[in-house]
């Protein structure tokens, strides 16, 4: 797994990347009450904004960590937001992207270097 400044997560599977947000990143969002998803298909570069999530503290983007195209979304995010409290870090992932680059995955910290980042 590898992680980004936004606090998002990224693992490989197979020719994918699955992509999410940390723990971290939902206890400080607080409740979530809405995720609005992007179309499977869609082109993105990195950082594109790609997901919106609303808590109730505050509205944040999800930015696309690489260029590629979204193959698949998890909509079970869409009637169920506040799974991204629950298990951030499993079910609640958001987008599958499939890279046209693999190569920046090499400048994301493992998961070492993210507690350090955050200072747990």
């Known amino acids: 797994m590898k992680y980004t400044e936004e606090h998002e997560w990224l693992m490989e599977e197979g020719e994918l990347i699955v992509v999410g947000i940390t723990e ?3 206890e400080q969002l607080g409740d979530v009450v809405f995720v609005e998803l992007p179309e499977e298909g869609t082109e993105v570069s990195k950082d594109d904004e790609v997901v919106v999530i609303e808590s109730v503290k505050a509205a944040s ?3 696309s ?3 590629g195209e979204i193959v698949e979304v998890n909509s079970a995010l869409t009637d169920n937001p506040g799974k991204v409290n629950e298990d951030p870090m499993g079910d609640a992932w958001f987008f599958k992207i499939k890279p046209s680059d693999l190569s920046p995955m090499e400048d994301y910290m ?3 270097a993210y ?3 955050i200072g747990d």
Request: charged share 40%.
């Open 24 to 26: 971290y990143a939902a």
């Open 61 to 63: 983007d999800i930015l």
């Open 65 to 67: 960590p690489l260029d």
């Open 110 to 112: 493992d998961e070492a």
């Open 115 to 117: 507690k350090d980042f």
